[in-house]
Nanobody
Framework: QVQLVESGGGSVQSGGSLKLSCGASGSTSRICMGWFRQVPGKEREDVARIFTGDGSAYYADSVKGRFTISQDNSKNPLSLQMNNLKPEDTAMYYC??????????????????WGQGTQVTVSS
């Protein structure tokens, strides 16, 4: 059982950068973790996923080349570096840990544990 707490959200102008961090309790070795985002009226969207066993990372097309997911230390096991932010990146961002491993960490949305979220707002 992994408990997650996100931090690092805030407001930034278009083209700026922001780094999100995820604190965790419980083992995060050799599991799938990821970042998801959601805006009012829309479904939660996959942003990036990572298998902590070897660092293999997978990105949504909308953020590929701009965002980087990575592992840090045991207390802060996951981060998301966001560069060249755009207004459409505005959302609540959630750190997540999958309860089931699947190929390329494509675990169904219902089988992830979530943090409470951190808000990212990008202005024009």
């Amino acid at each position: 059982q992994v408990q997650l707490v996100e931090s690092g959200g805030g407001s930034v102008q278009s083209g700026g950068s922001l780094k999100l961090s995820c604190g965790a309790s419980g083992s995060t070795s050799r599991i799938c973790m990821g970042w998801f985002r959601q805006v009012p009226g829309k479904e939660r969207e996959d942003v990036a996923r990572i298998f902590t066993g070897d660092g293999s990372a997978y990105y949504a097309d909308s953020v590929k080349g701009r965002f980087t997911i990575s592992q840090d230390n045991s207390k802060n096991p996951l981060s998301l570096q966001m560069n060249n932010l755009k207004p459409e990146d505005t959302a609540m961002y959630y750190c997540a840990a999958a309860r089931l491993w699947t190929s390329e960490c494509k675990t169904p949305l219902s089988l992830w544990n979530w943090g409470q979220g951190t808000q990212v707002t990008v202005s024009s």
